[in-house]
C-alpha cells in the first residue's frame, strides 16, 4: 500500500495512537488502513468411497491437484463459502457435512477451512480455473503433485480417520510454516488467490 | 475504496475480466483491490467454575460485557491471536483449551471464533480496551449487557454444554442475521474494531 484509498494521499507506516502494531495510515485525513488475514474454505467431497479432487488451471501451483476452494467473499458465511467454491470449480452438487479442519498459514497470512462434503449425484462440471475434476480411489490420490500443503494435511486426516474409525472429536487444526529453501512453496503466495 | 492504494488513480467499482463479481479495479494500473471477511478471535476464560468477562472501554458498545476478543492479525494463527487478544485485553495468564464456537456475522463481514480457556492464576490486568475485567458466576452472567450475540451464543452454548454434561463433538456454528430494526446491532459496524 502507496496512497490511501479514502483521499489518494501517500501513505506512511507507523504505530498509531492506542495501538501496538504498525498500520498504513494517512497523515491528511486520519484513515487506518488495517490489512488482516484471509479466509479460504473449500471442501472435500466424497462419493461411494472416492475423493474428488480439482486440477488447477490457474497459478498458484497450476497443473496441481487441489480440494475445490477459495477465498471467502463478503457477505457470505463460512459454509456458504465453501458450497460455493465447490460450485464454482467442480461444478458438483454436495450436501455440506462436518467443518472437518482449520489449517493456519500465517506467512501468507491465511487460514484455511475445509468441510466434508457428500456428493448427491454424478455431474462434473469443472469452472474456468479447473483444467479436470475427478473422483480418486483412496489409494490412488496423487500426493506427488497436491497444490497446498493445507490440501494434503486435510487429506491425510480423512484417510486416518477412517483407517482408526475415529470418531469425530472437532475439526483438525495445525499450523503451516514458511517453507524452506529446498521445500516447494506450495500453499500460494500472499497476493494469490487459489 | 476511492482510489488505488498502488497508484493514487480513482478507481471504478465493476466487475473484472474472469470474475463473477463486482471489485474495486485500477483502470490505470490493473490492481484489483479484494476486500474480503475478517476474524475475529478470543476466548472463554474459566476458573473455578466462573467465567471472565470484560467491560468495554471503546465503541462499539462501550460498556458492554464481552469476552476477551478481538481481530486476528498478520502473521499469527488463529490461536496464537486468541491468547494475544486476551492478554491485552483482560490481562489473564491462560492455557487455550477447544475451540469452542465459530459464528458468521456476514452483514459486517466478520467470522467470529472463541477457544475455551483456563485461567492458572489470579491475576487480572485490564488493558486500555477494557474499563473492568472480572469473573461472573454462571448463574450471575449479566445477560441484559452483553456487548455482541456472538458473545451471547456463545455462553449459551457454554451453560447448556454444561447443564446435559455434553461430550464435545465439535465447535458450536451459527449465523448471526442483520437485526431488525427493533433489535440491538449488537455486533459491531463493519469498520468498526472490536
Chains 1, 2 share one sequence.
Request: glycine letters at 8%; proline letters at 7%; aromatic letters at 8%.
Amino acid at each position: 500500500m502507496k496512497f490511501c484509498s479514502n483521499c489518494a494521499h501517500a501513505v506512511s507506516l507507523r504505530i498509531p495512537d492506542g495501538d501496538n502494531r504498525q498500520r498504513f495510515v494517512c497523515e491528511r485525513c486520519g484513515s487506518i488502513h488495517y490489512e488482516n488475514p484471509r479466509i479460504v474454505v473449500g471442501t472435500l467431497p466424497v462419493q461411494s468411497g472416492r475423493v474428488l479432487l480439482c486440477k488447477r488451471a490457474i497459478e498458484p501451483r497450476a497443473g496441481y491437484w487441489t480440494l475445490p476452494a477459495g477465498f471467502l467473499e463478503c457477505g457470505e458465511s463460512v459454509a456458504q463459502g465453501a458450497a460455493r467454491e465447490t460450485e464454482e470449480e467442480a461444478g458438483i452438487d454436495i450436501t455440506l457435512g462436518l467443518l472437518f479442519s482449520m489449517v493456519d498459514v500465517p506467512f501468507v497470512n491465511q487460514v484455511h477451512i475445509f468441510y466434508l462434503a457428500e456428493m448427491n449425484g454424478p455431474r462434473v462440471e469443472p469452472g474456468p480455473e479447473t483444467l479436470e475434476a475427478r473422483l480418486f480411489d483412496l489409494d490412488a490420490l496423487p500426493w506427488d503433485s497436491l497444490a497446498f500443503r493445507t490440501v494434503e494435511m486435510t487429506l491425510r486426516w480423512y484417510l486416518d480417520d477412517l483407517r482408526h474409525a475415529r470418531p469425530f472429536v472437532g475439526p483438525h487444526t495445525s499450523v503451516v510454516e514458511r517453507p524452506t529453501s529446498g521445500e516447494s512453496g506450495a500453499v500460494g503466495a500472499s497476493a494469490s488467490r487459489p
